[in-house]
């Protein structure tokens, strides 16, 4: 009796060693994955971006955050904060495209040279435009997404109204309804209810966007970028996707509302300072801010 | 003879055997290239994101330089550090070299007397000296003090410890909120797009440009070394990816010593450049610099007419120079480095008058002091080549061919050639691993430098002279 539970016992086991010991090897990639993904492309404009090609620029430049395997796990890795991105997971922040989905050619173009401000990835204007292509198609090869899926659809960000103190206000209006303040303060201040408590994707701690303190939104500071922002959402982060709550016409007033708690000078902050605008009430009923 | 030449053959292959051994070590031992200090120990980069190899910058290590050491990421004050930080990098390199000088004037003695051996005369012999041997002690240290408040300050001595202050400087960064607007003050480097601080050899001749430090013979100028740190003010500024920079100072005639020991001139040095996009083969720079500037001829006495006044020149005359800077980039490996210069100093300088204080000249521009009939100014052309092959960021070969012809000498039919330079450097730079806290490399080198007409004479109408300088050495910083 006891041998047969043994042997059963055996089986089991050896049974689960052969499904488990090859699982590793699914969840770590490989230089030898990555050798063999060492045709991908990048197609920005009329430039071609090959991964080949990019092999020095990130040996230079990249590795020591990002990693030779591209899973953010670079010597710099416990010293900087945030941390690197995994491109292994092929999530990223900065999209043109809908929550969830990859990230255009364009879009990973964009970042690599404007960087992501309050990280230390800098602005990394100072290569060629096919190089930075090339990069893209560097960044690319690290996840198996792109072999399996296509770049998300980019939204359709429409014209940008005038700006005007019912937009304003209406966009403050906005602000109160989606709860923004939760995270980011009544103020803007990144000190709302929940902002100590946040974390991103792979539970690390995370602050929410301070819009009073000068410094640029991670994915862009013009109009359409903080548009683009809070309609794709920043994935991997717990800023979601708005598109689901927030027509594109109170996308537009709530952009005109965030720039009064900007520090730079602009026509919405002088606008909320003639209305006097006082901050949103957590605490007013529905519609009654 | 044959003995001796068989002899010479064995040292020479034993000595290259050893560097083929030693360097064999060290690729063997390699590591993956990581950070570096200071800068690098605060933002998490690799000495490479900023260095072609360092000490060079690459464009994006002068983009960080132009942004008054910035990333530019809302994290650059100090304030955002870990308390423990300090911006500090020591720098200093030991070294084998061989040092060769030809036709050095040397005495020559007869039999001894009974008063010891007699001197009998001159001749002309080649010294060759080499031996172990210490560069001088650099301390660095720069950063930011605040966010768009920068600074640098470096001391640095001589191989005898002996220090002074190599530059010292605070820079308001993007005033107004533009980059376009940069005020520098203090002792700096002036805006040399081929930075000779920054300079990958380190032989005597060979570990500075002579193209930035050319005086021709006789000459009382030592005012336009563009090579040297100077003091002044300088308002600099760039486009946000630093394609297009500027840069304008105006600067104390001084040659950067401190304590105002010249007269009240002033020199001004403006460069200019842009880049351009060429896909694959890199982003190309081109530029021009142009460095004028007025020195002291005359001199106030006090006891003799020799007993020369600190500070008290006037008399001032002009000087000039002018030139164009390319950097050529052929791929990820290739790229070539070009500095041409015109240069011309008043002929008062070309006679001999100008800088007393430190003796380069003894003659003084007094009242009723003419120059002798037909003296001219003195002007000369010259190219500075500086090809590298860069095979990774850890391993560089340097090359370099520079040549100074004179144009016009200032008096009248001295040789058109006495003082043009010609010299060659090649070597090469290995760096076996980098760290986040410290950077080595192992540093071979040659050079070998020609100069027309400035050996002695000995009854010759003129004597080139040719010294070479071979130099191993373990170049670290941490």
């Known amino acids: 009796?006891?041998?047969?539970?043994?042997?059963?016992?055996?089986?089991?086991?050896?049974?689960?060693?052969?499904?488990?010991?090859?699982?590793?090897?699914?969840?770590?990639?490989?230089?030898?994955?990555?050798?063999?993904?060492?045709?991908?492309?990048?197609?920005?404009?009329?430039?071609?971006?090959?991964?080949?090609?990019?092999?020095?620029?990130?040996?230079?430049?990249?590795?020591?955050?990002?990693?030779?395997?591209?899973?953010?796990?670079?010597?710099?890795?416990?010293?900087?904060?945030?941390?690197?991105?995994?491109?292994?997971?092929?999530?990223?922040?900065?999209?043109?495209?809908?929550?969830?989905?990859?990230?255009?050619?364009?879009?990973?173009?964009?970042?690599?040279?404007?960087?992501?401000?309050?990280?230390?990835?800098?602005?990394?204007?100072?290569?060629?435009?096919?190089?930075?292509?090339?990069?893209?198609?560097?960044?690319?090869?690290?996840?198996?997404?792109?072999?399996?899926?296509?770049?998300?659809?980019?939204?359709?960000?429409?014209?940008?109204?005038?700006?005007?103190?019912?937009?304003?206000?209406?966009?403050?209006?906005?602000?109160?309804?989606?709860?923004?303040?939760?995270?980011?303060?009544?103020?803007?201040?990144?000190?709302?209810?929940?902002?100590?408590?946040?974390?991103?994707?792979?539970?690390?701690?995370?602050?929410?966007?301070?819009?009073?303190?000068?410094?640029?939104?991670?994915?862009g500071d013009t109009d359409r970028d903080i548009y683009r922002i809070f309609m794709t959402g920043l994935d991997g982060t717990p800023m979601p996707s708005f598109a689901d709550n927030i027509k594109p016409d109170e996308a537009w007033d709530l952009v005109f509302y965030l720039r009064t708690f900007m520090s730079q000078h602009s026509k919405e902050k002088a606008i909320a300072k003639q209305l006097g605008l006082k901050p949103v009430d957590p605490n007013a009923p529905a519609g009654q801010q | 003879?044959?003995?001796?030449?068989?002899?010479?053959?064995?040292?020479?292959?034993?000595?290259?055997?050893?560097?083929?051994?030693?360097?064999?070590?060290?690729?063997?031992?390699?590591?993956?290239?990581?950070?570096?200090?200071?800068?690098?120990?605060?933002?998490?980069?690799?000495?490479?994101?900023?260095?072609?190899?360092?000490?060079?910058?690459?464009?994006?290590?002068?983009?960080?330089?132009?942004?008054?050491?910035?990333?530019?990421?809302?994290?650059?004050?100090?304030?955002?550090?870990?308390?423990?930080?300090?911006?500090?990098?020591?720098?200093?390199?030991?070294?084998?070299?061989?040092?060769?000088?030809?036709?050095?004037l040397v005495d020559t003695y007869g039999p001894t007397g009974t008063g010891g051996s007699q001197v009998t005369g001159s001749a002309i012999q080649r010294i060759t000296t080499s031996g172990f041997d210490l560069s001088g002690l650099d301390f660095h240290t720069g950063g930011t003090l605040e966010k768009n408040f920068s600074f640098y300050v470096l001391p640095s001595s001589d191989n005898t410890a002996s220090f002074h202050f190599e530059t010292v400087m605070a820079r308001l960064d993007n005033l107004f909120g533009s980059p376009w607007f940069n005020v520098k003050l203090g002792k700096f480097e002036l805006d040399n797009l081929l930075s000779e601080k920054r300079i990958l050899t380190l032989t005597g001749n060979g570990g500075i440009y002579q193209l930035y430090h050319f005086v021709p013979v006789g000459d009382g100028n030592i005012f336009g070394q563009m090579g040297d740190n100077q003091l002044g003010v300088e308002v600099m500024g760039h486009s946000w990816d630093d394609r297009t920079r500027y840069s304008a100072a105006l600067l104390s005639t001084s040659d950067g010593t401190v304590g105002m020991p010249y007269g009240n001139a002033y020199t001004g040095f403006f460069a200019a450049s842009q880049a351009f996009d060429t896909g694959k083969a890199g982003v190309q720079r081109v530029g021009f610099y142009a460095m004028v500037g007025e020195a002291p001829t005359t001199w106030l006495t006090n006891g003799g007419p020799s007993s020369y006044i600190a500070g008290s020149g006037a008399g001032n005359k002009t000087f000039s120079r002018e030139g164009f800077v390319g950097q050529f980039y052929f791929g990820q490996h290739i790229d070539l480095q070009v500095v041409t210069q015109h240069g011309e100093d008043s002929a008062w300088f070309g006679q001999g008058y100008g800088d007393v204080i430190d003796g380069v000249s003894t003659a003084n521009n007094q009242t009723g002091t003419v120059l002798p009939p037909g003296s001219r100014s003195p002007s000369w052309n010259g190219v500075l080549l500086e090809p590298h092959y860069v095979y990774s960021p850890q391993l560089i070969f340097i090359g370099r061919y520079e040549t100074i012809r004179m144009s016009q000498q200032s008096t009248p039919g001295t040789a058109s050639n006495l003082g043009n330079i010609s010299t060659y450097t090649i070597g090469y730079r290995y760096n076996p691993f980098m760290t986040s806290r410290a950077g080595f490399a192992w540093h071979n080198e040659y050079n070998w430098l020609h100069q027309d007409g400035t050996g002695p004479t000995l009854g010759l109408s003129s004597t080139n002279v040719n010294t070479s300088e071979l130099l191993l050495g373990f170049d670290f910083d941490f």
Not at chain 1, 110 to 134: C, H, V, Y
Not at chain 1, 194 to 219: E, H, M, V, Y
Not at chain 2, 2 to 15: E, G, N
Request: hydrophobic share 35%; with cysteine; proline share 8%.
């Open chain 2, 1 to 104: 003879m044959h003995v001796s030449r068989h002899s010479r053959l064995r040292d020479v292959s034993y000595f290259g055997s050893l560097i083929l051994i030693a360097v064999s070590v060290m690729l063997a031992c390699s590591q993956p290239a990581n950070a570096l200090p200071a800068f690098a120990r605060k933002y998490g980069l690799r000495c490479s994101a900023c260095h072609e190899s360092w000490p060079m910058l690459n464009y994006f290590g002068q983009k960080f330089k132009d942004n008054g050491y910035q990333l530019m990421n809302d994290r650059d004050a100090p304030i955002w550090q870990n308390p423990g930080y300090w911006p500090v990098t020591f720098r200093i390199t030991p070294i084998w070299h061989r040092v060769s000088t030809g036709k050095v």
């Open chain 1, 1 to 219: 009796m006891q041998r047969n539970n043994l042997r059963k016992w055996s089986l089991l086991l050896g049974a689960a060693a052969i499904v488990a010991l090859p699982m590793p090897s699914w969840a770590q990639l490989t230089q030898y994955d990555l050798e063999t993904r060492m045709g991908t492309e990048s197609h920005v404009g009329n430039i071609t971006g090959h991964a080949k090609d990019a092999k020095a620029d990130y040996r230079r430049y990249c590795v020591v955050c990002h990693g030779t395997l591209g899973d953010g796990n670079g010597e710099s890795f416990p010293w900087v904060d945030p941390k690197p991105r995994d491109f292994q997971l092929g999530v990223f922040k900065c999209r043109s495209t809908p929550t969830g989905t990859l990230p255009t050619d364009q879009d990973l173009f964009d970042t690599i040279a404007r960087g992501l401000d309050r990280s230390n990835m800098p602005q990394w204007s100072t290569f060629t435009k096919q190089e930075r292509a090339d990069l893209v198609a560097w960044v690319k090869h690290f996840s198996p997404r792109w072999a399996n899926e296509k770049p998300g659809t980019p939204i359709t960000i429409p014209p940008e109204p005038e700006v005007t103190a019912e937009r304003i206000k209406a966009g403050r209006d906005v602000f109160a309804r989606v709860q923004c303040w939760k995270c980011h303060g009544v103020q803007g201040m990144a000190n709302g209810p929940s902002a100590s408590t946040l974390t991103d994707d792979l539970g690390r701690p995370i602050q929410p966007f301070n819009f009073t303190d000068g410094s640029r939104p991670k994915c």
